[in-house]
């Protein structure tokens, strides 16, 4: 959880949901609390479920984010071009849910995550969009689509620099109908003529040039919407964006696609609303499988003897093959002539046979057949225009350059970042670096799979023969590892932790925080006097320059453990490990020690923590972490107890490293035990 302390806004715009982490209070009635168990449940059946969310000042929940691990891979296809809808939130909907959605390779929509905001302050679109670039491996968007908050515009600035900020025209020309009726009655043409100026001018000259036409000949000079949406036009007019890729977004802004449509309403609770998310997230899916289905199955019907629609036919999906072969068709209706250039550069005036007064400028590099059109709709759409194939055509060349064709929009988008990152070195990457590019992988198959029983039996015989050798590996790589001691210590030197400001206990505005679900539903539960299990929910701290709230925790000074064999069972064996302390509050500084035991299970989760934990601390140098144990304990009256210190980014290094290596000896044994009962039931 993000527990930012600069959320002074959320009071003013009514948060509609509560939930103390300190107390544990659900204001919401038992939603929002089923809304958590929602989130971990996902979480333990699917690991590369991701939430997180933001606190107010007084601790309460103020905005939500999650994104399941089809979304999460999803993007690392077509997370090229993205659209925040917050029409929902703007619309009062009982459940003011926020999608983050694109278009896959079949041109249709797709969820890469999902926000419930309680709050629509800057602060919160800030967080928000903070929260989605952790969880999407910090990869921002080539373009951006929102809506034209003040708040949402500021927070993009700042969050996504890089990325082309477009507003949704939607949004803005949603008044239209009401400011524009006596317009309208008055002059039948009057719409149609807008609508051209809007959506089928070519270049920024003849969109001004269009406008100005419009508000003379109807003389609307003084109409105030029309020249308050003409101030902002660089912020939502298509012919500003059209030298950026925006994957043909603007063809599917409208509500009439939404991710959503027909699954939720202003009426929808939040009960209902997360099983009409699973259904529309589970409608589009099967869309899209069935359309992998069909593009692989079925051929195109070809229209033309040109070697390039058959070879584009085998590329792309049959929805984006559609689109390219109407630009390829319209070719025969234009004619290219050469109006200058020289040896490597040549210019062509490309125009309709009976249009001659809508000219096109094509210049092509002959030696590389790189070619830049007037209309720029390649640049806009990733799809060549048929100007660019007119010149192509003219000039004999058959086949499609390779440049011109986007992986993004093939038969084979799913496979490319795949194919990619076998060429990655993982060795010195972290942990869950590697985890989630294998969460990747396997969902890709898991989805591939699928599609038949056919490919589903030939995965699964995969995933059995594949299991067998990572276990091989394993043990091979257990007899490389260096023996060490039965008993370990490590000592810490927390020097770098204190410096002349004193870490806070609460992050600043732009850190984003996950609070980790480490909770194994797959667990049976032990009772408390047999051991003490560690729950440990990570929380970044570092200055933002108040000193207000100025909390010196414990520093951990070193760990010992040992391991032991409960009821002289293998399978029984426990790590017993002891903390040590230094409290620098007090004059002089003390010690404390905090003893608990571990298993295999339980050990896991917390190993997950603290690589992500020791991922968050790599910049900036001075930078800890709290680490917040929740302990089960009898002695104490409700049965667990909580320890907090801090630790930096070597003392949690030297931590990892003997946590692996306990993890090792506990791997071990049940190994150990495994072996001779395989061998019995052989017998």
Request: proline fraction near 4%; charged fraction near 25%; aromatic fraction near 10%.
């Amino acid at each position: 959880m993000d527990g930012n302390p600069n959320n002074g806004e959320a009071n003013n715009h009514g948060v509609r949901s509560v939930f103390s982490v300190e107390s544990g209070r659900v204001g919401f009635g038992k939603d929002g609390q089923n809304m958590l168990e929602y989130f971990k449940k996902t979480q333990a059946e699917n690991p590369g479920f991701f939430y997180a969310i933001q606190l107010d000042d007084d601790n309460r929940m103020s905005n939500v984010f999650w994104a399941d691990a089809r979304s999460r891979v999803a993007y690392t296809r077509f997370g090229d071009v993205i659209t925040l809808e917050t029409s929902y939130v703007v619309k009062r909907y009982r459940v003011p849910f926020a999608p983050f959605t694109g278009v896959n390779h079949h041109g249709e929509p797709i969820l890469f995550g999902c926000a419930l905001l309680f709050d629509d302050s800057e602060s919160s679109f800030v967080w928000l969009l903070r929260t989605f670039l952790t969880a999407m491996c910090d990869r921002s968007p080539v373009s951006f689509v929102t809506d034209q908050s003040r708040a949402i515009l500021a927070a993009v600035s700042q969050v996504l620099p890089k990325a082309r900020h477009c507003v949704n025209k939607w949004h803005v020309l949603s008044d239209g109908r009401d400011k524009l009726t006596r317009v309208c009655l008055a002059y039948p043409t009057f719409q149609a003529e807008l609508y051209d100026c809007i959506n089928l001018t070519d270049t920024i000259e003849e969109f001004e040039s269009s406008w100005a036409s419009i508000i003379r000949k109807y003389d609307l000079s003084k109409n105030g919407w029309l020249q308050s949406i003409y101030d902002t036009r660089r912020q939502w007019a298509p012919v500003y964006f059209r030298d950026s890729f925006f994957a043909a977004c603007f063809l599917n802004q409208g509500v009439e696609c939404s991710f959503f449509e027909g699954h939720v309403n202003q009426q929808t609770t939040l009960p209902t609303f997360f099983r009409q998310y699973q259904r529309a997230m589970d409608y589009w899916f099967e869309k899209e499988i069935e359309a992998d289905f069909e593009t692989v199955t079925n051929r195109p019907d070809l229209k033309t003897p040109s070697p390039m629609e058959k070879q584009v036919a085998e590329l792309y999906t049959r929805k984006i093959f559609a689109k390219f072969q109407e630009e390829l068709v319209e070719t025969f209706v234009y004619t290219a002539n050469r109006i200058g250039g020289d040896d490597d550069t040549c210019t062509y005036r490309v125009a309709k046979f009976d249009d001659d007064h809508k000219e096109y400028t094509v210049a092509l590099n002959v030696s590389d057949l790189r070619a830049s059109c007037s209309c720029l709709m390649f640049e806009y759409s990733g799809i060549l225009c048929r100007h660019i194939l007119t010149v192509f055509t003219v000039t004999n060349v058959l086949t499609l350059p390779s440049h011109y064709i986007l992986s993004r929009w093939t038969v084979n988008a799913k496979s490319v970042v795949e194919s990619n990152e076998l060429g990655v070195n993982h060795a010195h990457e972290s942990i869950s670096s590697r985890y989630n590019a294998l969460c990747r992988k396997a969902i890709r198959y898991a989805q591939e799979g699928a599609i038949t029983s056919e490919t589903y039996y030939t995965a699964v015989t995969a995933l059995r023969e594949v299991g067998k050798k990572v276990d091989f590996a394993k043990k091979n790589v257990a007899n490389i590892a260096p023996q060490t001691p039965r008993v370990g210590t490590v000592d810490y030197d927390n020097k770098k932790i204190f410096g002349p400001d004193t870490p806070l206990l609460w992050p600043p505005q732009d850190e984003v925080a996950r609070r980790f679900n480490l909770n194994d539903s797959t667990v049976l539960p032990r009772p408390v006097g047999d051991m003490n299990l560690v729950h440990m929910a990570p929380r970044s701290i570092c200055g933002d320059g108040s000193s207000d709230n100025m909390v010196l925790l414990p520093c951990l000074k070193s760990m010992t453990w040992v391991m032991e064999i409960k009821n002289a069972m293998p399978t029984n064996k426990v790590a017993l490990i002891n903390l040590k302390l230094q409290d620098y509050s007090k004059s002089p500084t003390t010690e404390s020690e905090v003893k608990f035991q571990l298993t295999r299970v339980t050990l896991e989760p917390m190993l997950r923590s603290m690589a992500y934990i020791s991922e968050q601390l790599s910049s900036p140098a001075n930078r800890v972490a709290v680490i917040n144990l929740k302990l089960q304990d009898t002695e104490t009256i409700n049965g667990e107890s909580e320890v907090k210190f801090q630790v930096s980014r070597d003392t949690l290094g030297a931590m990892l490293r003997s946590m692996a290596y306990i993890r090792e000896q506990l791997s071990i044994s049940v190994e150990q035990q495994a072996e001779p009962l395989s061998k019995k039931q052989r017998k």
